[in-house]
């Protein structure tokens, strides 16, 4: 089974989408060209943890597999990489 929400087409990285496949899930989130983003991760809203390495946008969406949990809730964001 398969849900999923995305972001407008003006605006495409405004809300991420996420997919559950069986037990596993993605996150989807639009890399604009030339910049950086990486996933990171947290169980309070508080204290972000990197998921992974900086990835470089292409103007299309960038995907994370993220597996499966089980345990506390855990919140998921793409911050950008601030530009020089």
Do not use: D
């Not at 169980?43 to 103007?59: A, E, Y």
């Amino acid at each position: 089974m398969e849900g999923q929400s995305r972001g407008s087409a003006a605006n495409p990285g405004s809300v991420p989408t996420l997919r559950f496949l069986l037990s596993t899930a993605q996150l989807e989130f639009y890399g604009g060209n030339g910049h950086e983003y990486r996933l990171e991760h947290s169980t309070n809203l508080t204290g972000w943890t990197p998921f992974s390495g900086w990835v470089t946008g292409t103007n299309q969406y960038l995907l994370w597999e993220v597996g499966s949990f089980v345990g506390p809730a855990t919140f998921w964001r793409a911050t950008a990489r601030p530009q020089p």
